[in-house]
């Protein structure tokens, strides 16, 4: 009826599997560059307002919850890449 839709969500909980894909970068032998970004709703700070509408803590620990989950999955894949 109304379409496939994907919201955005924090790292590791929605249809991407972190850790396979962090081994996918190793198997096909990738050492470039990467960027993180939190496209989830976080009070403004995923639009880059500089007034935002949620607990500044808030913000910050879901982005390092997120950094975390990638740093594990590196780690866990012996990719060498490093966040």
Not at 25 to 35: A, K, Q, S, V, Y
Not at 40 to 68: C, F, H, W
Not at 70 to 76: G, L, T
Request: proline share 6%.
């Amino acid at each position: 009826g109304g379409g496939w839709n994907s919201p955005y969500v924090p790292m590791g909980t929605g249809l991407v599997d972190v850790f396979r894909y962090a081994t996918v970068l190793r198997d096909i032998g990738f050492n470039g560059p990467m960027e993180l970004e939190a496209e989830y709703p976080m009070g403004g700070a995923e639009s880059g307002n500089d007034k935002i509408t949620v607990p500044r803590a808030q913000v910050l620990g879901a982005m390092k919850r997120d950094v975390l989950t990638i740093r594990a999955a590196f780690e866990q894949s012996g990719t060498g890449l490093s966040i």
